[in-house]
């Protein structure tokens, strides 16, 4: 059961999030009518759980992402999205037995090269996520991620993205969240 405290910070956090993504955007103001172009995401992959996570004997599981993604420069795109990565626990796990990481993500990718048609990149953001148990939940906490991959166009408009990415966020009782994520999404272009 959350406490009054839990349910405001869970609120300040979203505000934060929202006024983190609206500032991107304001800061990228006097270029978006030029040269603003949208684009969707979607996301699997597989978690590799790292650190504490490994420790208290998770293991593998399904990760899943969607993102709205804007960009405002040739190579720079700002992005904001909803993702969940799935651990598995057996035995005695003290995490339980399907420990979930929620949330949603705000941040910059950059383009750095692109060899004929595939475009390479980096990206880093700031998350707000929940690790979630039949055990619990924690509170949501202040996380950052970090990627790299590529865009490969496999039609106009629709890419194919294989992508690796490591995220990390405090999950509470002195715990730390941290995990690799090996997968593939589907990039389409709105305009």
């Known amino acids: 059961m959350q406490t009054s405290t839990t349910k405001s910070r869970m609120r300040t956090t979203r505000?934060?999030?929202?006024?983190?993504?609206?500032?991107l955007l304001a800061f990228f103001a006097g270029g978006i009518?030029?040269?603003?172009?949208?684009?969707?995401?979607g996301r699997a992959g597989v978690t590799?759980?790292?650190?504490?996570l490994s420790d208290a004997g998770a293991?593998?599981?399904?990760?899943l992402g969607a993102e709205l993604q804007a960009t405002f420069r040739p190579n720079l795109t700002a992005y904001v999205g909803l993702h969940r990565h799935a651990f598995n626990c057996e035995g005695s796990c003290p995490l339980g037995s399907s420990p979930t990481s929620t949330g949603i993500g705000a941040g910059l990718k950059y383009i750095f090269h692109s060899p004929g048609d595939a475009h390479l990149w980096g990206r880093g953001g700031l998350i707000a996520n929940v690790l979630d148990s039949d055990g619990g939940s924690s509170d949501r906490e202040?996380?950052?991620e970090v990627g790299f991959g590529a865009d490969m166009p496999i039609a106009p408009r629709?890419?194919?993205?294989?992508?690796?990415?490591f995220t990390t966020h405090d999950a509470g009782a002195g715990l730390t969240a941290s995990f690799v994520t090996l997968?593939?999404?589907?990039?389409y272009h709105l305009n």
């Open 15 to 23: 505000a934060c999030t929202i006024l983190l993504t609206t500032g």
């Open 33 to 41: 009518r030029a040269q603003t172009s949208f684009a969707v995401e």
């Open 48 to 52: 590799f759980p790292q650190g504490d």
């Open 59 to 63: 293991e593998s599981g399904l990760s």
């Open 142 to 144: 202040i996380g950052f």
């Open 158 to 165: 629709l890419s194919l993205v294989p992508n690796i990415g």
């Open 183 to 187: 997968g593939v999404g589907v990039h």
